[in-house]
């Protein structure tokens, strides 16, 4: 179950790629990291051809599509072969249309509202964007009492220096991790560095289990 693998791997790798040839090598550090749950985020012209390249390539990831705004762009990562799919918000098509889809959805949510709003159309993971304008930690505190029943993603200001305090509360499944591959580095092909990024997190995530 995907709720169940994204506890386990704690933090979501956030990624916009750019190319194919960008996908590859990332791909292959991902794995050696045991980081198989990812988000490919639909910020580039190419991402759905390298969803798909890496839906085929490297069956072992498990790969979400990001920054899904409406109902077409559903349909699309689905065909892509998107194991799942995430907004930075929703709407009432795309709750309907994700609602009764087989594929995992995991709505974008900022407010009580907008949480209410998801809860009704029985999503209980949900993605907290931005998570620190939103107000972060103790927003999911007070969460915690009204929506008992929820799981939340909190992406958008999550760092290394903050990531424990999320994790700590029992209302986070995992985090998103936009830190872990910027852009800079994946466009540089500065594997090296992205390496020691993937190194580091998996000290930190030892150190706090």
Do not use: H
Not at 56 to 74: C, K, S
Not at 79 to 92: D, K, L, R
Not at 123 to 145: N, R
Request: proline share 5%; charged share 10%; hydrophobic share 45%.
């Amino acid at each position: 179950m995907l709720i169940e693998q994204l506890k386990a791997q704690q933090v979501l790798p956030v990624l916009v790629i750019e190319t194919i040839e960008q996908a590859a090598p990332l791909a292959e550090l991902l794995l050696k990291y045991q980081l198989n749950c990812i988000e490919i985020t639909l910020r580039t012209r190419s991402a759905l051809q390298v969803l798909n390249y890496l839906a085929r390539q490297y069956p072992e990831l498990i790969i979400g599509a990001g920054t899904v705004l409406n109902v077409e762009q559903f349909d699309q990562v689905q065909q892509a072969g998107a194991s799942f799919a995430i907004s930075p918000g929703a709407t009432e098509p795309l709750l309907a249309k994700a609602a009764r889809s087989e594929m995992t959805f995991i709505p974008g949510v900022m407010t009580a509202s907008e949480t209410m709003q998801a809860q009704g159309y029985g999503f209980k993971l949900q993605k907290l964007f931005p998570a620190q304008v939103a107000g972060g930690v103790e927003l999911l505190k007070a969460f915690s009492g009204p929506f008992s029943e929820l799981l939340f993603c909190p992406t958008g200001g999550v760092n290394p220096n903050n990531m424990a305090d999320y994790l700590a509360l029992n209302n986070v499944a995992v985090v998103g991790g936009t830190w872990l591959a910027p852009l800079a580095q994946i466009q540089a092909g500065n594997w090296q560095q992205i390496e020691s990024n993937f190194a580091s997190l998996q000290g930190q995530l030892t150190v706090s289990v």
